[in-house]
């Protein structure tokens, strides 16, 4: 009220959101926690996907290496723009991080204790390639489609077809980053014949098309 700054990063802005200081503000945090948060805290503007949120004197910066993000963000309100830009320069700081998008991994999305949820989850991991259907999943676990729709929502904090979506971009991720498959490939391995959709999807889910995600976070060996 006094006009002070805060600012947190990583699952600092759940004590910020404890406190009611992000009620009705953006706010961003961690990506793996991002679903614990919406839940916890539902009257906050959630942007998990970005590296730093500001409203109101109040910045978040997600996952801790973003808290050089933060800290870039703190010398240009103070000191300004030249001099933050020369810092990032002098300390090696990427400032061209805009999301934490491409990190993100679906691997912690089974923790929740839902045992019909978790087996629909495992028939989804186990027919990447098949086409999607909620009527057959839903027989296939012998419950009805608005029950399997409910209860998914409430342990993932999405419908079972938005998950799907994003666990065939996290799956193609790995094969990106782990063979050597061209992308026609890796899009026919996760579900997708058509490349165009593939591509669309991926770079809604990651921020990146899959070319520039390859170039980004795939090692080549070195040359002998």
């Not at 978040?60 to 010398?75: D, E, I, K, M």
């Not at 259907?133 to 342990?155: C, H, P, Q, Y």
Request: net charge positive; hydrophobic share 40%.
């Amino acid at each position: 009220e006094r006009g002070t700054l805060l600012a947190s990063y990583c699952t600092g802005s759940f004590i910020l959101a404890g406190a009611g200081l992000l009620d009705g503000r953006v706010a961003t945090t961690h990506w793996a926690k991002g679903r614990t948060f919406a839940m916890r805290y539902p009257a906050v503007d959630l942007r998990v996907a970005e590296i730093l949120t500001e409203q109101n004197r109040i910045v978040c910066s997600g996952a801790v290496t973003t808290s050089l993000n933060l800290a870039l963000r703190l010398v240009e309100k103070f000191a300004g723009a030249d001099v933050a830009a020369e810092t990032g320069k002098l300390m090696l700081i990427d400032s061209n991080r805009i999301s934490q998008a491409p990190y993100a991994s679906r691997a912690r999305d089974t923790q929740h204790s839902d045992a019909l949820v978790a087996r629909a989850q495992s028939m989804m991991e186990k027919s990447l390639q098949q086409g999607f259907s909620l009527a057959r999943l839903a027989r296939d676990l012998s419950v009805s489609e608005r029950t399997l729709n409910r209860r998914f929502k409430l342990a993932v904090g999405e419908a079972p077809l938005q998950y799907l979506q994003a666990l065939r971009v996290d799956v193609a991720k790995r094969l990106i980053e782990t063979t050597r498959l061209k992308l026609d490939a890796v899009s026919a391995r996760v579900g997708y014949n058509d490349l165009s959709t593939f591509r669309r999807l991926f770079k809604r889910e990651t921020g990146l098309s899959p070319r520039e995600y390859q170039r980004r976070f795939v090692r080549r060996a070195a040359a002998s």
